[in-house]
């Protein structure tokens, strides 16, 4: 039966060894650096990337001023197939990719805070309300999970949680 001797002993294979352990750690460390950096850069490119959309497309702003000025007013008889319903359509589809990447981890609420106050002002649109309450009940019909636009809606309240959370700890 063979046992573990101490030999005080440093052969050049051993150093060889250490050197590239430390390299290895070395290299490990780095490319976490690297990784972080890269993670940074992708969040921030799709922020840039949704912020460009979100703002680019003009009459989707127009809209979305009209449901903030409270001059919306939604009529299913008029609204569905309407240039309406495609804005309406395209805002809530925006919040609703921005409050799954928040769901995700991918995005944290205080990266999101510059969509906050619109999404608030859509979500919270007593209007905009009476168009989700028919999505849903269309949903149920179809056996899909309600609500509907679950994603936009969840943003608005984790925003809403993160501003009160920040106002208490500033306070």
């Given at each position: 039966m063979t046992s573990l001797q101490w030999n005080p002993e440093v052969k050049l294979g051993d150093v060889l060894t250490l050197i590239g352990f430390v390299l290895t750690l070395t290299g490990l460390y780095f490319a976490n650096v690297q990784l972080r950096r890269n993670t940074k850069v992708q969040r921030a490119q799709f922020l840039m990337d949704t912020t460009e959309r979100y703002f680019s497309d003009v009459e989707v702003r127009k809209f979305y001023y009209r449901i903030d000025y409270k001059k919306f007013r939604f009529d299913p008889?008029?609204?569905?197939g309407s240039d309406e319903e495609r804005w309406l359509d395209s805002l809530l589809y925006t919040f609703d990719v921005i409050g799954r990447m928040v769901k995700m981890g991918a995005l944290t609420a205080t990266e999101v805070e510059i969509f906050a106050f619109q999404a608030?002002?859509?979500l919270r649109n007593s209007e905009?309300?009476?168009?989700l309450n028919l999505l849903n009940?269309?949903?149920e019909i179809e056996g899909r999970p309600t609500p509907a636009h679950e994603d936009a809606l969840s943003l608005v309240e984790t925003?809403?949680?993160n501003s009160k959370l920040e106002?208490?700890?500033?306070?």
């Open positions: 008889d008029k609204f569905m608030s002002r859509v905009v309300k009476k168009y009940r269309d949903y925003l809403f949680e106002r208490s700890t500033a306070a």
